[in-house]
Structure formats: structure tokens, C-alpha cells
Antibody, heavy 119, light 109 residues
């Protein structure tokens, strides 16, 4: 049973960098799948942020609309992966979910963590 | 890239069937079989209901079915039950990224 748990600051100041980590348990992060992030602004729909795969040579894929500000990385030694989103604004306020993805299907979700961008 | 187009809301009475549409383009829904559907109850993480257009994960009732025609995918829920009331999102592979629909609120009357 895969379990995903997000962690990181719940409040980030405008123009700063949002950093979140997802701890994976019950599954090797080096397995044949992609690990990613999806967000949901309050009262809004889901927005795919991007994914990474150690198995697939560290390939990363990002939402074109966020690509210039997003970095997803993996720490295999800790079985976890991370999200960095730079130059945040209030529009980046959202619940951020980490996920396990296979062939563009999100099979597993974390519980989500609310990140608020405010001074 | 734009989000996939879904109706904002649909409704039905218990026991009835409802269908939620998801319209994309020939670059996403129309091109790939990797179309999935997710159910989300308030305050909860989404749950996978359909993948690869029409496949059901283990544990999902067969009341839920998916299909696709051209650039439009559909989720049909038959024999509506009160617990089906939720938001539903479609999702499609789009080459080097993934697109979600805007979401549809299903109300069980």
C-alpha cells in the first residue's frame, strides 16, 4: 500500500520560493512510475504541476504554464521527492497534492497540504 | 494549453443515470487512450474512478463507466446513489504534460 505524505511551510511570502517534500512509504521511489505534484486553488479545479521518474532516467515533465518557475527533484536515499516553485504570488495559494502517476493516470494521492501565499 | 471542458454541474435522482462530458482536442483526448476520471468529495483527495478511457480500478463499482468518441470523453454513472454526490474531474495525457478538466459538480436530488 503506497502512502504519500506532503510536508512543508503552510505560509510563504510573495516573491519567495515555495518548497514542499513528499515522503513515500510502502513503495520504492525507484520503481517504474512517475512522482508528481498537483494543486487545487480554493474552490477551483485541479491543476497538474509536473512529474519526475528515477526509473525513466530522471525524466521530468512540467506544466508549460509553470515550467519557468518549477523544479521537481528526487532523493532516492530518503525515498522522497520535492517541489520548488519560485517567485510565488497569491495565485499560487492552493492545496498541493503529491502523487504517483503511471501513463498519465494518478494512482495514488497524498492527503494534500494547504500553502498560502501572503505577507 | 487550456483545461479540458466539462459542464459545471449535473444532477440526477437516486437510481437514475447521468453522463458527464469532457471535451478536449485532437492533441489530447482525441489522440490518446490515457483519459482518466476522478471523484472528489469535499475536503478529500481525489480518487481514481476510471483510467485508460474505460477501465475501472479494483473496488470501483461497475455503475461507473467511461467512453470516448473523437475529442470527447464521457463518464456515466448509473443507478445513482447519494454517496455519488461529489466533484468529478477528467484528465488526459497531452504529450509532454497532463491536462485536467475544470470539474463537474454532481448533485443527487
Amino acid at each position: 500500500q503506497v502512502q504519500l505524505q506532503e510536508s512543508g511551510p503552510g505560509l510563504v511570502k510573495p516573491s519567495e520560493t515555495l518548497s514542499l517534500t513528499c515522503a513515500v512509504s510502502g513503495y520504492s521511489i525507484s520503481s517504474d512510475c512517475y512522482w508528481g505534484w498537483i494543486r487545487q486553488a480554493p474552490g477551483k479545479g485541479l491543476e497538474w504541476i509536473g512529474t519526475i521518474s528515477i526509473y525513466h532516467s530522471g525524466n521530468t515533465f512540467y506544466n508549460p504554464s509553470l515550467k519557468s518557475r518549477v523544479t521537481i527533484s528526487v532523493d532516492a536515499s530518503k525515498n522522497q521527492f520535492s517541489l520548488k516553485l519560485t517567485s510565488v504570488t497569491a495565485a499560487d495559494t492552493a492545496v498541493y497534492y503529491c502523487s504517483r502517476e503511471v501513463l498519465s493516470t494518478t494512482l495514488d494521492w497524498g492527503q494534500g497540504t494547504l500553502v498560502t501565499v501572503s505577507s | 494549453q487550456s483545461a479540458l471542458t466539462q459542464p459545471r454541474s449535473v444532477s440526477g435522482s437516486p437510481g437514475q443515470s447521468v453522463t458527464i462530458s469532457c471535451t478536449g482536442t485532437s492533441s489530447d483526448v482525441g489522440r490518446y487512450i490515457y483519459v482518466s476520471w476522478y471523484q472528489q468529495h469535499p475536503g478529500k483527495a481525489p480518487k481514481l474512478m476510471i483510467y485508460d478511457v474505460s477501465k475501472r480500478p479494483s473496488g470501483v463499482p461497475d455503475r461507473f463507466s467511461g467512453s470516448k468518441s473523437g475529442n470527447t470523453a464521457s463518464l456515466t454513472i448509473s443507478g445513482l446513489q447519494a454517496e455519488d454526490e461529489a466533484d468529478y474531474y477528467c484528465c488526459s495525457h497531452a504529450g509532454t504534460y497532463v491536462l485536467f478538466g475544470g470539474g463537474t459538480k454532481l448533485t443527487v436530488l
